[in-house]
């Protein structure tokens, strides 16, 4: 019917940090003409056991941009295949599918940004609300001679929470690291953030 | 000493949930059951879990998800996110059984036997959808028996 084939799109990759997962792909350029994408997915249990069945991406069935957030629908730590085809009226491209499957194992963790104050002679920290995948280890300790550590596995961020009771005369500091049982990681440590409180010893 | 599974159960149970009324409501054989009565799971002797869980999981993946035929997309992508996480569970299970092996003993291998019968009685697709409504014993059972408590 001499229409021009609809180009597939290219250069598929996945960026992911934070489990965070986005795909994107070199766009269909068409002159005066707005072209969309539709993306579908299969997690390893599909290309093993139902191999002719692809789902469709949770947000991106009809999607304007050339990039769709695929973190609903990578929800288990298998390789997941990823395909795009391009749309245009009635017209569809071929299927471009993701070179590598990808998993989600291979996020990008950075160290959590971390607020330490104090409230009175309490040591507070509040951690980056990273999502319900991440829970936290924060380490803290009283800065002088022949210290000891402290550490605590704080479950979710956003929040403050109490750490110790402070005295006078030494500063505290306190780093933390991102946890992801999900997939077994954890990212580096943040930087250490120090607070000192000052006045008299609390009364016993 | 148990193998244990680092999954996201919440997400497990958040998946379940969303399907569970959609998939019940297809079930029309409500006092028969795949998966037997709790009490056959629960009187699964400690030393025979690893070798029901192996099954289980293996039933599910190679035979309810498979025979099971979803045309809604939001469902369907919730039973590919469980099938999925029980995929990951089988891997990470595996590792941990061929260091401390997972003997099937006459009873775990009856209590298999007793499910896929069921299934087979029942027949495709309704036993595929009972299957799928029972998931929470099955998840609730994983918990038990694969997670470290949690503090």
């Known amino acids: 019917d001499g229409v021009a084939a609809l180009p597939a799109p290219q250069n598929l990759s996945v960026h992911s940090t934070n489990m965070k997962h986005l795909l994107t792909w070199s766009p269909v350029v068409l002159p005066k003409e707005t072209v969309y994408y539709s993306v579908e997915y299969q997690g390893e249990y599909e290309s093993l056991y139902t191999s002719d069945i692809w789902i469709p991406s949770k947000w991106c069935l009809c999607t304007e941009g050339p990039e769709c957030d695929v973190t609903d629908d990578i929800t288990a730590t298998v390789p997941y295949s990823l395909r795009v085809r391009a749309i245009l009226g009635s017209q569809t491209s071929a299927w471009s599918i993701l070179e590598q499957p990808f998993n989600r194992n291979s996020t990008i963790l950075t160290p959590p940004m971390i607020e330490v104050s104090q409230d009175g002679f309490h040591l507070v920290i509040e951690l980056e609300d990273l999502g319900p995948q991440f829970q936290f280890l924060v380490a803290y300790w009283r800065r002088e001679p022949d210290t000891k550590e402290h550490a605590k596995i704080v479950r979710r961020g956003g929040i403050p929470v109490h750490l110790e009771t402070m005295e006078p005369g030494a500063p505290y500091c306190v780093k933390a690291q991102a946890l992801v049982n999900a997939i077994g990681r954890n990212s580096a440590f943040s930087q250490t953030k120090c607070v000192e409180v000052q006045g008299e010893a609390l009364p016993l | ?151």
């Open chain 2, 1 to 151: 000493r148990r193998c244990l599974i680092s999954v996201d159960m919440n997400q497990l149970e958040e998946s379940f949930q969303e399907i569970k009324r959609a998939i019940q409501t297809k079930d029309t054989f409500q006092n028969i059951t795949i998966l037997s009565t709790v009490e056959t799971l629960q009187s699964i002797k400690p030393v025979d879990v690893c070798c029901v869980t192996k099954n289980l999981l293996e039933f599910y993946m190679r035979r309810v998800f498979k025979d099971h035929q979803e045309l809604k997309p939001q469902i369907l992508r919730r039973i590919s996110s469980i099938a999925n996480s029980f995929l990951y569970m089988q891997k990470t299970l595996k590792q941990c059984q061929e260091q401390r092996g997972c003997q099937c003993s006459e009873e775990a291998t009856n209590a298999t036997r007793i499910v896929h019968d069921n299934y087979d009685q029942l027949g495709i697709p309704s036993a595929a959808i009972k299957s799928l409504g029972e998931l929470n014993i099955f998840i609730a059972w994983i918990e038990k028996n694969h997670q470290a408590t949690s503090v």
